[in-house]
């Protein structure tokens, strides 16, 4: 069992940066796939970025392909997404979420765990 707490989120101007963080419970973090995945306002929720068990792959959505990165600890038992050269686009609750295999990584209905969510808000 993981559970999944995230953080960091608020509100910023275009142009800005936030680091989210994902703290995860249980002692087999190191196993797992992380993703990041957003949900704006009346829109679905969408695959943002993914690292695996190591930091080794990581991966990104286009949309924030040179803005985000993704990035995990597993001493810390915790992943993060550095969000930078923000636009209102990017207004959305992040969410993190675990998975036992790295492969497939944009598909949400393959994690296993999610967390609450942390929202974002970017003004113009």
């Known amino acids: 069992q993981v559970q999944l707490v995230e953080s960091g989120g608020g509100l910023v101007q275009a142009g800005g940066s936030l680091r989210l963080s994902c703290a995860a419970s249980?002692?087999?973090?190191?196993?797992?796939?992380m993703g990041w995945f957003r949900q704006a306002p009346g829109k679905e929720r969408e695959f943002v970025a993914a690292i695996n068990w190591n930091g080794g792959g990581t991966a990104y959505a286009d949309s924030v392909k040179g803005r985000f990165t993704i990035s995990r600890d597993n001493a810390k038992n915790t992943v993060y997404l550095q969000i930078s050269s923000l636009k209102p686009e990017d207004t959305a609750v992040y969410y993190c979420?675990?998975?036992?295999?790295?492969?497939?990584?944009?598909?949400?209905?393959?994690?296993?765990?999610w967390g609450q969510g942390t929202q974002v808000t970017v003004s113009s």
């Open positions: 249980g002692r087999l973090f190191s196993s797992y796939a």
């Open positions: 979420a675990a998975k036992r295999r790295y492969s497939d990584y944009p598909t949400e209905t393959l994690y296993e765990y």
